[in-house]
């Protein structure tokens, strides 16, 4: 492959990070060739996660794809956040005006305090600024806390049709935001349109841990859907129907075929592909690539994070003894060789520079 060098912003200095150059995200055979790489939620390892800092770093990285997720202000805009309660993303404690907006909501039949974005309208929301979330495992990212906003999707959209890479929007919560009147899909459909992401080979993926919005997706839009599969519980629709099936009945060679039915592909916890003991340590791996695969399912697989904490204990690196082990970076780039063998058809990586450099050697 023809190599290039992009100057990328990282950890607050300019570094020159050579990688391939690759087809663009709507060009690529995403099934029968080299696996996508999907910046989750840009390139949070680096930066403030949802940020257009994020995004633009690691459309930098060389990811195929950034991950927005997406929730809705009062005045129904979509804007990306990790979730609607916002008091760990945003500055919002600093603000006295909003002081009275503090609550407890129920969300996905769990009790959450804090304040949250269906409370603001678009203008309100754009006084605030984005802090880190995570900033004892990430303290170097903290030094971007206050520089930037909320981005709006459509702000998203623009950053990505400039650099030529595709989107993955999640729809968050989206039976609680139907609850409230706020309807995620149809502003979600209606903004991709006005953007020119209406068709089936557009660059874009929409995601959802649940099942209900993604069947009502198949019938609106011909754009790829993925259902989400997390290690654990079961989607929060079938829990609030008494649907007693959980999500591992949905990686069952029955449960694909279903999935089939209405969704395009699967995005899965990474221990539904190599499921861990009880010490931590990896097991053998599952057949589900195998089994989704013949169902003509894509297989992407999250979440890939350098951080010793937030990678198998196989992968990890260094003293664990020490303050700063959980925080240290291990052998990412072991864990996604492994990945990337088994076959995935994509990962989202917090760091999408190291999961290009990985697939760069592989492919």
Do not use: C
């Not at 804007?79 to 500055?91: K, L, P, Q, Y």
């Not at 006005?194 to 068709?199: A, F, M, Q, V, Y």
């Not at 209900?212 to 019938?219: A, I, M, P, S």
């Amino acid at each position: 492959m023809k190599k290039s060098t992009l100057a990328v912003l990282a950890a607050g200095a300019m570094v020159a990070i050579a990688f391939p150059q690759t087809a663009t995200a709507g060009d690529r055979d995403h099934h029968g060739g080299e696996p996508i790489v999907i910046g989750h939620r840009g390139a949070s390892a680096i930066r403030p996660e949802h940020t257009l800092l994020s995004y633009e770093a690691a459309i930098k990285l060389g990811a195929d794809y950034i991950e927005p997720d997406l929730v809705s202000t009062k005045d129904h805009v979509l804007v990306a956040r990790h979730e609607n309660e916002i008091g760990g993303t945003t500055d919002v404690e600093n603000h006295p005006e909003f002081t009275a907006r503090r609550t407890t909501k129920t969300i996905d039949g769990v009790a959450v305090t804090g304040w949250f974005t269906e409370d603001f309208t678009l203008a309100e929301l754009r006084t605030l600024r984005a802090e880190e979330r995570i900033p004892d495992l990430r303290p170097d990212n903290t030094a971007f806390n206050g520089l930037a906003q909320v981005p709006t999707l459509d702000e998203v959209l623009d950053l990505a049709r400039r650099n030529g890479v595709g989107v993955y929007p999640e729809t968050k919560h989206p039976s609680y935001f139907d609850s409230i009147g706020l309807s995620l899909e149809e502003p979600l459909l209606q903004t991709l349109k006005r953007h020119g992401l209406d068709g089936p080979r557009a660059p874009v993926f929409i995601q959802s841990f649940e099942t209900g919005n993604l069947k009502e997706l198949r019938r609106l839009t011909r754009l790829p859907l993925i259902q989400l599969v997390n290690g654990s519980g079961a989607p929060y629709d079938w829990v609030a129907a008494g649907d007693k099936r959980t999500y591992a009945d949905m990686v069952t060679p029955e449960g694909l075929r279903e999935v089939a039915g209405y969704a395009d592909g699967v995005g899965v916890a990474t221990t539904r592909i190599v499921p861990a003991g009880p010490d931590g340590r990896l097991l053998q791996p599952t057949t589900l690539i195998k089994d989704a695969h013949r169902r003509g399912l894509k297989v992407h697989t999250w979440t890939i994070r350098p951080e010793n904490s937030q990678l198998p204990v196989d992968y990890r690196l260094g003293d664990p003894a020490s303050p700063a082990f959980p925080r240290a970076t291990g052998d990412v780039t072991g864990w996604l060789e492994r990945l990337y063998g088994l076959g995935v058809d994509g990962v989202f990586s917090d760091d999408p520079g190291i999961a290009v450099a990985t697939r760069a050697r592989l492919f």
